[in-house]
Every structure is written in structure tokens, then in C-alpha cells.
């Protein structure tokens, strides 16, 4: 019976043993699954946060071509105004100028026709007929555009006036 006993003892021994190593095993087990499910639970987030990072950043850029092609618009537009600006007053001050030059010369004439028609050429012809002044004039126009822009994107700037070469009385007619 002695044997019986201590095999019974051995026996119940090693399944206490056993029941011990597969409780350890299962609770390592679960901790190893919940260590895993955090980490991918972990790496989901990430993922997200950078998958809403890159629509943002997209989203961003969208927005910035947008404002720029609106300021590229506005600055193209603001560039025809200022031109349509600087061609009447060329024009107007072509007249001015061919009024004068025909009060000097003597071709005050009283006819009405003959003013209307230099005053319609004028307007539909400035380019076609360009006085010596007149390129002086397109430069300068330019240059004043130029420099207006220039104190747009920067007030500190300075400016230097170099007046333009004076035109002998001969060359202007």
C-alpha cells in the first residue's frame, strides 16, 4: 500500500506541477495577446494620425495653390487697370501735347471737323503714331509701376530719381 501511496503522491504531485506550469502559461499567454492587441491597436492610431496629418497637408497645399492663383489674378488685373490708366493718360497727354504743338505752329484753324478727327485718331490711333516723347513716357509709366509694386512688397525701399534726357525742340515734330 506504501506504493500506492507514494504513486498516488507522485502522481498527484506532478498534475499540481502541471496544472501550475499551464496556469503560468496561460496567464503569460494573455499578457503576450493583450501586449499584441496594443500594439496594434497602437500602430492603428498611428496610422490614422498620419493618414489625417497627410489630408491636412494636402488640404493645405489645395488651399495655398488657391490663394495664389488668386493673388496672380488680382495682380494681373490690378497690372491691366494700372496699364489702361497709364495708356489714357498717354493719350491724353498726347493730346495735350499736339494741341499745343498746333497752337504754336499757327494751325489754329476754327474748323470743328478737323479737331474732331484729330481728336478720334488720337484715341483709336495712339499706337500707330509714336511721337519722340512717347517712348519716354511708356518707360517712365512703366518704371513708376514698377516701383509701386516694389513699394508693395517692400516699404524700406529707396528711390532714385534720374530725370530723363530732354528732347531738342526739332526732334519732337
Known amino acids: 500500500m506504501e506504493v500506492i501511496i507514494t504513486i498516488t503522491g507522485l502522481c498527484s504531485?506532478?498534475?499540481?506541477?502541471?496544472?501550475?506550469?499551464?496556469?503560468?502559461?496561460m496567464l503569460s499567454?494573455?499578457?503576450?495577446?493583450?501586449?499584441?492587441?496594443?500594439?496594434?491597436?497602437?500602430?492603428?492610431?498611428?496610422?490614422?494620425e498620419a493618414a489625417?496629418?497627410?489630408?491636412?497637408?494636402?488640404?493645405?497645399?489645395?488651399e495655398q495653390a488657391e490663394k495664389d492663383r488668386m493673388e496672380k489674378r488680382r495682380r494681373?488685373?490690378?497690372?491691366?487697370?494700372?496699364?489702361?490708366?497709364?495708356?489714357?493718360?498717354?493719350?491724353a497727354k498726347k493730346r495735350t501735347w499736339m494741341e499745343a504743338n498746333n497752337l504754336s505752329n499757327g494751325n489754329n484753324?476754327?474748323?470743328?471737323?478737323?479737331?474732331?478727327?484729330?481728336?478720334?485718331e488720337v484715341?483709336?490711333?495712339?499706337?500707330?503714331?509714336?511721337?519722340?516723347?512717347c517712348p519716354c513716357?511708356?518707360?517712365?509709366?512703366?518704371?513708376?509701376i514698377q516701383c509701386l509694386r516694389g513699394l508693395e512688397r517692400s516699404p524700406?525701399?529707396?528711390w532714385n530719381w534720374t530725370p530723363a534726357t530732354k528732347l531738342r525742340r526739332s526732334n519732337m515734330m
Request: aromatic residues 2%.
Open 13 to 25: 504531485d506532478g498534475i499540481s506541477e502541471l496544472e501550475a506550469g499551464l496556469t503560468s502559461q
Open 29 to 48: 499567454d494573455i499578457a503576450a495577446h493583450e501586449e499584441e492587441e496594443r500594439a496594434k491597436a497602437e500602430a492603428v492610431r498611428m496610422a490614422e
Open 52 to 62: 489625417r496629418a497627410a489630408q491636412e497637408a494636402a488640404k493645405l497645399a489645395v
Open 76 to 91: 494681373m488685373e490690378q497690372d491691366r487697370l494700372d496699364i489702361e490708366a497709364a495708356e489714357r493718360e498717354i493719350a
Open 109 to 120: 484753324a476754327n474748323d470743328d471737323s478737323v479737331e474732331e478727327e484729330d481728336a478720334e
Open 123 to 133: 484715341n483709336d490711333s495712339a499706337a500707330d503714331e509714336v511721337s519722340p516723347l
Open 137 to 144: 513716357i511708356v518707360y517712365n509709366t512703366h518704371n513708376f
Open 156 to 158: 524700406s525701399a529707396t
